[in-house]
């Protein structure tokens, strides 16, 4: 089965840092955008960050840019997501997904439905 599979999700306090990542399962990574969503309960799956296929482009949500950082490592088939200075608002599950217009430079995070080969899932809690 092609998907992606993310992990790395933890319960921490407020102000901590976690990474997450996301590795293929079937495919390799290296032909498309990733972008990293979450959805806390309640909520829409929101996007959060993208990063083009050779990892030169990424882009952020207004509400991480700045403490989240996102990278690529096309050799290991992975995308990582750095989180620092965690916030109780940063609580949800991420996922990564693949999107299917993917660019070697730019990227944007464009709405879920642009996006497949979604995992299940990795539980980020921030609490104190």
């Known amino acids: 089965q092609l998907q992606l599979v993310e992990s790395g999700g933890a319960l921490v306090q407020p102000g901590a840092s976690l990474r997450l990542s996301c590795s293929a399962s079937?495919?390799?990574?290296?032909?498309?955008?990733i972008g990293w969503f979450r959805q806390a309960p309640g909520n829409e799956r929101e996007g959060v960050s993208c990063?083009?296929?050779?990892?030169?482009?990424?882009n952020y949500a207004d509400s991480v840019k700045g403490r989240f950082t996102i990278s690529r490592d096309n050799a290991k088939n992975t995308v990582y997501l750095q989180m620092n200075s965690l916030k109780a608002e940063d609580t949800a599950v991420y996922y990564c997904?693949?999107?299917?217009?993917?660019?070697?430079?730019?990227?944007?995070?464009?709405?879920?439905?642009?996006?497949?080969?979604w995992g299940q899932g990795t539980q980020v809690t921030v609490s104190s």
């Open positions: 997904a693949a999107d299917w217009k993917s660019y070697p430079n730019i990227c944007t995070v464009r709405p879920k439905e642009h996006y497949g080969f």
């Open positions: 079937g495919f390799t990574l290296d032909y498309y955008t």
């Open positions: 990063v083009s296929t050779n990892g030169s482009g990424t």
